[in-house]
């Protein structure tokens, strides 16, 4: 908190160096410009609390930006050098040695005591390939953000993302596992608040229609908020909908809750993460970290998904089957 107040004076004041009160701040190499008025594109809403992590390819350059009470938009707090892959573009396959572009997250953070002496004192796993990986046909896997035991030079990595070692011993206190979302870009592009803000609102209503078509929606309804390669399997409703309307006659229906929501978006594609939560009388349920991949085609206004899974489950499981499982574990609770 220290940390963000300071830089929310420095952003205000209009500061154009950080040598300043250098125990306040990360290694950096050089002074940074801290964007006042315009914030990246990608992070559209964060949950409370929580710090995104944008990587920009074509500088070499690693940032994370958090926000702080009573100002609208996001503040950076980290800025530091950091080498990607050896090869230009995005991964495709395992080999290609290119570090991935998109949206991904921190799944774990692996001890000094852990690892070989290449990767540091710290390294946090992503979850490259995620589901659209998948379908796309990407291939790979280990995609890290780590340390070092040499010098850090750009793209000087098969694919993982290299930090000086005291920046990267520094990179726990901002991240959570499942929810810090770490956006990789050839170019980040920025855009102003106010913009984010409408995007928000957008996606918002979307996601209470979605909520609202797993509890009184039929099939047909939940399906027509899916893209046609991506709809739920039929079965897989059946057995929600059984559960549903044993709750319903017992006289407990059952309702939804979402918290720590996050909103990016990467092109067309905007990406929500949620813990989605299932809730009888005053039995809650918590499934796991619910994540949905949703198209906006350009201009137009119609959003559908694109791809849902639970982003922390030991396995790959359609999200609907995960909620019928749940759900007939609360009623056998009962």
């Avoid at 190499?29 to 990246?40: D, G, K, M």
């Avoid at 993302?161 to 870009?185: C, G, M």
């Avoid at 918002?204 to 009184?216: D, E, V």
């Amino acid at each position: 908190m220290k940390l963000l107040t300071w830089c929310f004076v420095w952003l205000l004041a209009g500061a154009g160096a950080v040598s300043a009160q250098p125990d306040l701040l990360p290694v950096l190499s050089e002074p940074a410009p801290v964007q006042s008025l315009q914030v990246p594109a990608a992070v559209i809403a964060l949950p409370r609390g929580e710090h995104a992590i944008l990587v920009e390819k074509q500088t070499q350059r690693f940032y994370i930006y958090g926000s702080v009470p009573g100002f609208r938009g996001l503040v950076r707090v980290f800025d530091t050098p950091c080498s990607t892959g050896e090869a230009f573009g995005p991964k495709q396959v395992e080999g290609d040695k290119k570090t991935p572009e998109g949206i991904y997250f921190i799944i774990n953070e692996h001890l000094e005591k852990d690892l070989t002496p290449i990767y540091g004192p710290r390294a946090f796993p992503l979850d490259y390939p995620h589901l659209l990986d998948r379908h796309q046909g990407k291939t790979g896997y280990a995609i890290w953000i780590h340390g070092t035991n040499k010098p850090l030079k750009p793209m000087d990595t098969n694919g993982c993302v290299a930090l000086e070692n005291p920046d990267v011993l520094r990179l726990s206190a901002f991240v959570t596992r499942h929810v810090t979302p770490v956006i990789i870009q050839e170019t980040i592009r920025y855009t102003d608040p106010e913009t984010l803000v409408k995007q928000e609102a957008g996606v918002t209503r979307f996601l209470a229609g979605w909520i609202r078509a797993h509890l009184t929606g039929t099939y047909q309804e939940y399906a027509a908020l899916y893209l046609p390669g991506s709809l739920p399997d039929v079965s897989t409703w059946e057995a929600w909908g059984h559960h549903l309307r044993r709750a319903e006659d017992a006289g407990n229906p059952f309702r939804i809750q979402i918290s720590r929501k996050g909103i990016y978006r990467q092109g067309d594609m905007f990406v929500v993460a949620m813990d989605f939560e299932l809730i009888q009388a005053r039995t809650h349920h918590l499934l796991g970290r619910r994540r949905l991949f949703v198209h906006q085609p350009a201009g137009s206004k119609t959003l559908q998904i694109a791809g849902d899974e639970f982003q922390d489950a030991g396995r790959p499981r359609p999200a609907l089957a995960v909620m019928a499982a749940g759900a007939e574990r609360l009623l056998g609770s009962r």
